[in-house]
């Protein structure tokens, strides 16, 4: 292989792609990473649940303090959002942006995924000051004894009401007139966790007004007040340019993996949110050191 050519390519630099570097870095390979910035962990107000920070750690500082850490251990980032990524006939990878490229032996793709959002004025700021949450499994703990609302389709929404009762909040499914879909053994359920139906479609949500938490009108022109709104609108797997070389994924863009974290394309692996459904820090921290282990020892 010419010497231009790295070790590893990892593309995304959140929780994943900077610890597949630490530990690529660490086994002394070349690697890049390659990064457009938008790492989820910029909107965690606090994260409790990640190992050795008991009183808990804000997102953007954990994304800083990674950053140097991967960097420490020489592997650098260019800022670019990857547009194409090929196969090459020799197994290689080129990935394309900005009229660049770069080729890597190998690929940990590290993109993540997005949140479907819900259409709140000052969403961000709401995330921020924690009115808005996405994820129970991470501070469900934190709601105990409030208001909760929880805005989603059957389903989803109704798995994440109960999942959320379960920390003795009072919560109200707001069903977007979806609970007629639901099997009468499932209500019941939820009315004996103590779950809240609203019937009628929200009309419009509104945050941090007049001291009050999360503000929701029905269409119906019933007002609700809660202290704390989880969307369960649903996620999707940043797996554009995996899917593109070919790669198996599920309807939701969940990459197929091997035990290593190869995906069904040979040499290209994947790490942290973009592969599974437990989106978690913990998860795609230990995902990118099997994935970059994986790598080394094939090198
Ligand atoms: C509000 C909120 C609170 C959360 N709280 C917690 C918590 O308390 N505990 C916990 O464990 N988890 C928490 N999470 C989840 C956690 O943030 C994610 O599980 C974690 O960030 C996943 O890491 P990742 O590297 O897979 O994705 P990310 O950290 O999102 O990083 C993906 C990176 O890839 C980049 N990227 C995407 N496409 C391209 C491309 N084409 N080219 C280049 N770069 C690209 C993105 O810009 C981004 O920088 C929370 C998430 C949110 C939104």
């Known amino acids: 292989m010419p010497d231009d050519i790295l070790d590893c390519l990892v593309i995304g630099g959140g929780a994943a792609g900077l610890t597949a570097a630490v530990y690529l870095g660490r086994y002394k390979r070349r690697a890049l990473i390659l990064d457009a910035g938008g790492s989820r962990l910029q909107w965690i107000p606090r994260t409790r649940n990640v190992p050795g920070f008991p009183d808990g750690i804000e997102g953007p500082e954990l994304l800083a303090r990674m950053r140097e850490h991967a960097h420490r251990y020489g592997t650098p980032t260019e800022q670019v959002t990857v547009e194409r990524l090929h196969k090459l006939d020799d197994g290689s990878f080129r990935a394309e942006a900005q009229g660049r490229a770069w080729t890597a032996r190998f690929v940990i793709l590290a993109t993540g995924a997005r949140d479907v959002e ?21 501070d469900g703990y934190e709601t105990q004894g409030q208001r909760v609302a929880v805005l989603g389709r059957a389903g989803h929404g109704l798995r994440e009401s109960l999942f959320v009762a379960n920390f003795g909040n009072t919560v109200t499914w707001l069903a977007m007139a979806t609970q007629e879909e639901v099997a009468a053994a499932d209500l019941a359920q939820l009315r004996a966790a103590g779950v809240l139906v609203a019937d009628s479609p929200p009309h419009c949500i509104s945050c941090g007004v007049d001291d009050v938490g999360v503000r929701v009108e029905l269409q119906n022109g019933q007002v609700l007040e ?67 282990t994986a790598i080394h020892n094939r090198l």
């Open 118 to 138: 819900p259409e709140i004025d000052g969403l961000r700021g709401a995330m921020k000051a924690g009115q808005v949450r996405y994820c129970p499994i991470c």
């Open 226 to 292: 809660f202290d704390t709104l989880y969307p369960a609108l649903g996620l999707h797997h940043s797996c554009e340019l995996a899917t593109a070389l070919g790669a198996r994924a599920r309807k939701d863009g969940q990459l197929e993996v091997d035990s290593h974290q190869q995906t069904s394309v040979e040499g290209l692996y994947v790490a942290g949110d973009v592969a599974v459904d437990l989106n978690q820090i913990a998860v795609a921290a230990g995902h990118a050191a099997i994935a970059a």
